[in-house]
């Protein structure tokens, strides 16, 4: 099943002057399946990541997420289109510091608002026993190591069945110990849970270990 298709995707910036960033990108992405993008600083990682967020809709061509093409999208429709169908991991972890661990996985749900609070706060607590974090639940998330925080904001990232995980540097900040930590969790949860992982990384190893690798070079997908 396919979760992501970009079809001749191209990004301008226009100031201070007309420089194309992204050029021609065609790829698509199934479901369970972890994939990396890498390449060279100003390789227009970054600028890809945020088109295929939702956050950016001045491009040329096509992005459908599930089906739904989001150009030409509102604002509001964007809105809530992430909140139900994408889930974020970043490089920081933004839990909230005074909020216990189960507040900041339950916080996207409450928002949603699909389910009574006591079934997401036992959907809360299934992730966080799957990622190896129940016992700190309770904690306040700014007591938690940064290798716990990040299982804590992937939990978060999950707690609305997203159709899409969208990653940006998510080891980053990950010492090496915690990085393969993190990586056996995404190669589990997209093998045998059936997530869809999409994640930027300058990581060689953790690429490698991907199931497809889009490598960025000058805006081009490189062959």
């Given at each position: 099943?396919?979760?992501?298709?970009?079809?001749?995707?191209?990004?301008h910036?226009?100031?201070?002057?007309?420089?194309?960033?992204?050029k021609?990108?065609?790829?698509?992405?199934?479901?369970?399946?972890?994939?990396?993008?890498?390449?060279?600083?100003?390789?227009?990682?970054?600028?890809?990541?945020?088109?295929?967020?939702?956050?950016?809709?001045?491009?040329?061509?096509?992005?459908?997420?599930?089906?739904?093409?989001?150009?030409?999208?509102?604002?509001?429709?964007?809105?809530?289109?992430?909140?139900?169908?994408?889930?974020?991991?970043?490089?920081?972890?933004?839990?909230?510091?005074?909020?216990?661990?189960?507040?900041?996985?339950?916080?996207?749900?409450?928002?949603?608002?699909?389910?009574?609070?006591?079934?997401?706060?036992?959907?809360?607590?299934?992730?966080?026993?799957?990622?190896?974090?129940?016992?700190?639940?309770?904690?306040?998330?700014?007591?938690?190591?940064?290798?716990?925080?990040?299982?804590?904001a992937?939990?978060?990232?999950?707690?609305?069945?997203?159709?899409?995980?969208?990653?940006?540097?998510?080891?980053?900040?990950?010492?090496?110990?915690?990085?393969?930590?993190?990586?056996?969790?995404?190669r589990?949860?997209?093998?045998?849970?059936?997530?869809?992982?999409?994640?930027?990384?300058?990581?060689?190893?953790?690429?490698?270990?991907?199931?497809?690798?889009?490598?960025?070079?000058?805006?081009?997908?490189?062959?």
């Amino acid at each position: 099943m396919e979760i992501l298709r970009v079809e001749n995707l191209n990004k301008h910036f226009y100031t201070p002057a007309d420089f194309w960033v992204l050029k021609d990108l065609c790829f698509s992405i199934d479901k369970g399946k972890l994939t990396s993008i890498t390449g060279k600083s100003g390789s227009g990682k970054s600028t890809l990541l945020y088109l295929l967020s939702t956050m950016d809709t001045d491009f040329e061509g096509s992005i459908r997420i599930n089906g739904e093409e989001i150009k030409g999208r509102s604002n509001k429709w964007l809105s809530g289109f992430r909140n139900t169908h994408i889930g974020f991991i970043f490089q920081f972890h933004y839990l909230l510091p005074d909020f216990t661990v189960l507040q900041n996985v339950m916080l996207p749900a409450l928002k949603q608002g699909k389910y009574t609070k006591e079934q997401i706060e036992h959907n809360a607590m299934e992730l966080l026993t799957l990622l190896n974090v129940k016992s700190q639940s309770a904690k306040r998330a700014s007591l938690l190591s940064g290798g716990q925080q990040q299982r804590v904001a992937i939990a978060r990232a999950l707690i609305n069945e997203p159709a899409i995980i969208i990653g940006d540097e998510p080891t980053g900040n990950l010492d090496t110990s915690n990085t393969h930590v993190v990586l056996d969790l995404f190669r589990e949860l997209t093998t045998e849970k059936g997530y869809t992982i999409l994640t930027v990384t300058h990581d060689d190893d953790f690429a490698r270990q991907s199931d497809s690798v889009i490598h960025l070079i000058d805006g081009e997908i490189s062959k």
